[in-house]
């Protein structure tokens, strides 16, 4: 990361990040920017080599623990420590691993938080209409990613920014929005929990999108046509950099007792619903956040739906309806054991997976069973042995977010440029408009002239 800095353009603003995200965790690690970042460190900081911070190796990791902010305040009562690994990354950066309790992630924002250090979103995902935070440009330019700007200088010099914030304004882009854009990236990376995800919007940040942006600027004033195709094609790949912000919303639903707990404690990889025989048991709308194939996702248990006299458990059923409608993926189960469907009435804009649960009640591997059972294009799956769930895993996310529309972001992708949020499609269509009235206008003064 280093690579960005110029000399004696240190950032202006000091921040620290936690970058595993705000859930609670086995480790969490946090980024530290900026010489007041250092300073509170410091101050909380014991390591074993006894070096200054300043002084640390560079990607080196030094050991030892971290002073909380009580036992500071008061002399008289016992120092409260925790076990702490310490890594410089850059001149003016580093990282911090600590355990990922919530107490002390709390603990350790606080205390930069209170002596001033800028805390960037370590409680919740960044909304969608959230007023983003501008970093200072010094710090957007040491993410930028040098073989992509400068391949024959070797990092990316003010200069270059400029260019592009000059090519950008003569094709009438609001250049004054992009480093409020790269510092939504920059939050929108920090919370992030799905690889696939982190992978994008680290792209992102590291210059795909603006490189994009100048790529098209480019072609505004001989290739108007292809600038517009080019701009029409980054717009459309918000159908799944949505995502790149928020969850893919799945609800699973279907009859009662066939298995929807089960199924979705079997995806969690632990048991987090209640699973019981008795109908009726989930009653409201139980959700829990997970990760599936790189990306983030939140699965949402329902109500068995069935004719109910019980006020609660209808409740449920009219609450898993209205889900139906704002989910991305609808997940119907059925059960081998359990005759049959749901009343459930779908919206017709919503893709819906059906699945059939329980096969180990049945003989046979599941590549035998079309048979036994009329599955059509239904996933047969058991939660009890396991089969059939990773090839679950990938439909909902291929059916949540098409490989087909995201084959630029292939391993081979260098610049896998995306629309990561939705101010940033606003912007983009706002500017698209521009171009398409300025082209049409040239075409009608060039029909006037010939004629």
């Not at 690579?3 to 921040?15: A, D, F, I, R, Y």
């Not at 090839?391 to 440029?417: D, K, M, Y």
């Amino acid at each position: 990361m280093e690579g960005g800095n110029q000399p004696g353009t240190e950032p202006s603003l000091s921040t620290v990040c936690r970058l595993t995200g705000p859930q609670p965790s086995a480790i969490a690690v946090f980024e530290l920017h900026g010489p007041r970042a250092f300073e509170v460190a410091a101050t909380h900081l014991w390591l074993r080599n006894q070096q200054p911070l300043s002084q640390q190796p560079m990607s080196k990791i030094a050991f030892g623990y971290w002073k909380h902010q009580a036992s500071l305040l008061d002399p008289n009562e016992a120092i409260a420590t925790e076990d702490v690994v310490f890594c410089r990354t850059g001149p003016a950066s580093a990282e911090l691993h600590t355990h990922g309790s919530a107490a002390i992630a709390n603990s350790i924002l606080s205390a930069f938080r209170s002596s001033g250090v800028v805390v960037v979103n370590p409680n919740e995902s960044p909304s969608a209409n959230s007023e983003a935070r501008s970093l200072p440009l010094p710090m957007i330019m040491q993410f930028l990613e040098p073989e992509w700007w400068e391949p024959s200088v070797g990092r990316v010099t003010p200069e270059r920014w400029e260019r592009l914030c000059n090519r950008l304004a003569a094709a009438e882009f609001p250049t004054h929005d992009l480093c409020r854009l790269q510092s939504r990236a920059y939050e929108r990376l920090a919370c992030a929990r799905g690889g696939e995800v982190g992978r994008l919007l680290w792209a992102q940040l590291r210059g795909a999108w603006l490189l994009r942006l100048e790529s098209i600027a480019e072609k505004v004033d001989t290739r108007s046509e292809d600038a517009l195709s080019d701009l029409d094609a980054l717009l459309a790949t918000w159908s799944w950099g949505q995502f790149l912000g928020r969850d893919v919303q799945v609800l699973v639903t279907g009859a009662p007792n066939v298995g929807k707990s089960s199924l979705i404690n079997a995806l969690l990889g632990y048991q987090r619903n209640v699973v019981s025989d008795r109908p009726g048991t989930t009653r409201d709308l139980v959700g829990q956040a997970t990760a599936m194939a790189g990306w983030q996702v939140r699965l949402v248990d329902s109500a068995g739906l069935r004719p109910s006299e019980d006020d609660l458990e209808a409740q449920g059923i009219q609450l898993a309806t209205a889900a139906a409608q704002q989910a991305d993926v609808v997940v119907v189960v059925r059960s081998v054991d359990v005759p049959g469907s749901t009343s459930l009435l779908l919206p017709e804009n919503v893709p819906v997976i059906s699945v059939v649960n329980k096969i180990d009640l049945l003989d046979g591997p599941i590549a035998n069973l079309a048979g036994q059972l009329e599955l059509g294009d239904s996933h047969a799956v058991s939660t009890k042995t396991g089969q059939g769930l990773q090839e679950l895993v990938q439909r909902i996310v291929s059916t949540a977010v098409p490989q087909a529309t995201r084959s630029e972001t292939s391993e081979s992708s260098v610049r896998p440029a995306v629309v990561f949020a939705a101010e940033l499609g606003q912007i983009l269509r706002d500017w698209r408009a521009r171009l398409s009235k300025d082209a049409s206008e040239k075409t009608s003064a060039g029909a006037d002239t010939d004629g």
